[in-house]
């Protein structure tokens, strides 16, 4: 049924996939999107990146309401700060690199990774919306709109492509990742050293 429903949403066009790409970010639908969005690239190649567009608008939409969603719950239910010393550290090391473990799953095609923790994670500890918006966006247009420039540059052999070399690209996003942390806590180390 659910194979029904996404192929029903596919036949739709760009605006199919915008909703596929909503519904995507509030439930769990592992690679659907990605190969769908791969297939839709081969056999329409000239609506392919308008297709990406609509993908990283309907992901953006639905991650966007699941952060809302969980910073207006942790307000009803977590009056004030953390009271552990845990729960402290904990939220003071979101603030600094928290965003990487969104980037990370939110970039990374085919390997899943529990990107809607991290969202709400986020959304209830209060992460600066700006910062959010910005590596959502930035992670479904790398993810989104690669994937078409494979389907359109490799055709058929496209997802072929993504499921041989699957570990390689979560290799290069993790070294994305490693590298973004590095450059995190260097910019920390020279803050704390120059007050």
Known sequence: MLERFTTALVAFGPFGILLLAGIDSL???PAALDFLLVAYAVKDPQNAYF????AVVGSTAGNVALF???????????????ASVRGRKFQQWFHHYGLLTVFVPAVTPVVPFPLKV?????????TRFGKFLVVIVLARSIRYFGEALLGVELGEHAKTFLLRNA????????ALATGMYLAIRYRLRRDASVL
């Not at 297709?51 to 609509?54: E, K, N, V």
């Not at 969980?70 to 009803?76: C, D, I, Q, T, Y």
């Not at 991290?118 to 209060?126: E, Q």
């Open 27 to 29: 439930i769990s639908l």
């Open 51 to 54: 297709a990406s567009l609509m």
């Open 68 to 82: 809302m969603a969980a910073r207006h719950g942790s307000r009803r239910f977590l009056k004030g700060e953390p």
């Open 118 to 126: 991290f969202v709400m994670s986020a959304g209830a500890l209060r």
């Open 167 to 174: 570990w390689s690209l979560l290799g290069v996003v993790l």
